[in-house]
């Protein structure tokens, strides 16, 4: 295992022009690295309105405690290697959750729990005023982010409908019908899942058994 280690990490990176930029490719993956880039990250500082030692009050024991990682998150898991050749985003189990909330589950947000100075803190702080879920996704926050937070115990599920199984437009009388939530849980759902699939979205369907 180490000597692979070294191996991979002694290969050259290759160059490869995406979008008219030079990419580096990942001797993981295969694929090009994402490059982070500022997109706001430098003003979200200065809008920043809590002081790091404000923030630091909410990040105790007590809180951690108060909101607990699902107990899933101590197990040990394969590494899937993503673009930048990170770890995979979430697990299997985060997502067979959130794919089944809807937008009157209630859910409460853990105070404070993103850093000042962060994109991520100023969005946090907007949208954990939510109260279901309905408002969460009005307040700017989607499937992913709940996916994030609810693995780092920012997110409680207070109750509310939950469904048995992640929605299904085969079975739904008119989707022109479904809620917010809905399209967007069954867009993302579709997505994820041709992901871990290695499928196409049009080679994805999803028919009505036949009877």
Not at 35 to 51: H, I, N, P, T, Y
Not at 183 to 200: A, D, H, M, P, Q
Request: positive net charge.
């Amino acid at each position: 295992m180490v000597a692979m280690k070294k191996s991979v990490a002694a290969m050259k990176s290759k160059k490869v022009i995406v979008k008219g930029r030079n990419s580096e490719i990942s001797p993981l993956t295969g694929k090009p690295k994402r490059v982070r880039q500022d997109r706001g990250r430098e003003a979200a500082k200065l809008a920043a309105k809590m002081s790091k030692e404000t923030w630091l009050k909410y990040q105790t024991e007590a809180y951690k405690n108060a909101w607990p990682k699902p107990s899933y998150m101590a197990e040990p898991r394969e590494s899937v290697y993503v673009r930048d050749g990170g770890e995979g985003a979430y697990r299997d189990q985060t997502f067979e959750i959130v794919t089944r909330w809807t937008s009157q589950t209630r859910i409460a947000y853990r105070p404070h729990a993103k850093a000042p100075g962060s994109k991520s803190h100023i969005r946090y702080e907007k949208y954990a005023k939510a109260k279901t879920v309905g408002e969460a996704l009005k307040l700017g926050s989607y499937p992913i982010d709940w996916c994030f937070d609810y693995e780092h115990g920012f997110i409680k599920v207070l109750g509310g409908p939950i469904r048995d199984e992640p929605i299904d437009i085969s079975k739904v009388a008119d989707p022109k019908k479904m809620d917010p939530v809905d399209k967007k849980v069954y867009g993302w759902f579709r997505k994820e899942l041709c992901k871990r699939c290695g499928l196409k979205k049009d080679e994805l369907l999803m028919e009505a058994p036949t009877t």
